[in-house]
């Protein structure tokens, strides 16, 4: 069973000519196989702590570790933390002019696995993959998030998730900008994953609807920069009732 470890993160961003501590001594342990909830108000550092995992350039690790099994994740080069198995799907993902979707798909895959999948069980694989989530087939033949919709972007990712068999996920506000039929599209496609994959999930969001249909096993409250409060499920209920109130006051 893979484990993530992160360990006392802090990180900062250069804005305005200024160092800004955004990561305040972030402390988590994600395990395969359990789904991790990260819940917290706007502004709170929730995106930059799924970049800074990501090996985002802009975001200076200033201290603390992030460890897949033992081994430093904050040393690989973004490939390198693909095929150790950690996913990242990014709140705004990035284009990829002339790259299509099926290409890309297959190229992350090589990468992955060390090896090209077989041609026609590939292609047999995404066009499955690609019904459950209810997508066109044409959708394989585009250029990677050219002139994606939101909704596109989020099935993407999913689809990503479902083909990339990945260790750990994790995935940044992938509830945003969707409506209810893409939530729940989307949500299956996450249960999917978790279900057959053994997949360590870290799911990154503001809102607590997404947690309808994803029933996580860990609830953390992130205020100021670092994790303030963990609990289960019903930390989640607590918080669609209440609110980020108690925590926003006097802290970040
Ligand atoms: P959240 O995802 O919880 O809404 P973010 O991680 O996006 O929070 O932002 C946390 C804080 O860090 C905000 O004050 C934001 O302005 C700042 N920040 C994040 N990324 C950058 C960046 N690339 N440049 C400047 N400031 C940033
Ligand atoms: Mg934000
Ligand atoms: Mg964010």
């Known amino acids: ?50 970049y800074s ?31 150790a198995g950690v996913f990242l799907a990014m709140q705004y993902p990035v284009e990829v002019p002339g790259v299509s979707v099926s290409n890309f798909l297959r190229t992350s895959a090589t990468a992955i696995r060390g090896e090209a999948p077989k041609l026609r069980t590939w292609v047999k694989e995404v066009k499955e993959a690609m019904e459950r989530l209810n997508m066109d087939p044409s959708f394989a033949e585009r250029n990677v998030n050219e002139g ?30 969707l409506d209810v039929d893409a939530l729940r599209i989307v949500s299956e496609g996450i249960n999917r994953v978790r279900e057959n994959g053994d997949v360590g999930t870290l799911l990154v969001t503001h809102y607590t609807r997404i947690l309808r249909y994803i029933k996580p096993d860990y609830v953390h409250v992130f205020a100021g920069g670092r994790i303030v409060e963990s609990g289960g499920a019903e930390l989640a209920d607590q918080l669609e009732n209440e609110g980020y109130d108690k925590y926003v006051k006097g802290g970040a």
Not at 153 to 160: C, F, T
């Open 1 to 50: 069973m893979a484990t993530l470890e992160i360990r006392d993160l802090h990180v900062t961003v250069e804005a305005d000519n200024a160092t800004k501590e955004i990561l305040k001594g972030v402390d988590l342990t994600v395990k395969q196989g359990e789904t991790h909830a990260i819940m917290g108000p706007n502004g709170s550092g929730k995106s930059t702590l799924a």
């Open 53 to 83: 995992l990501a090996g985002h350039p802009k975001y200076t690790i200033t201290s603390g570790t992030v460890t897949l099994d033992g081994e430093n994740v904050l040393e690989m080069e973004v490939d390198e933390r693909a095929r």
């Open 148 to 177: 994606f919709s939101g909704g596109e972007k989020k099935r993407h990712e999913i689809l990503q998730l479902e083909l990339l068999k990945p260790k750990i996920a994790i995935l940044d506000e992938t509830d945003s900008g």
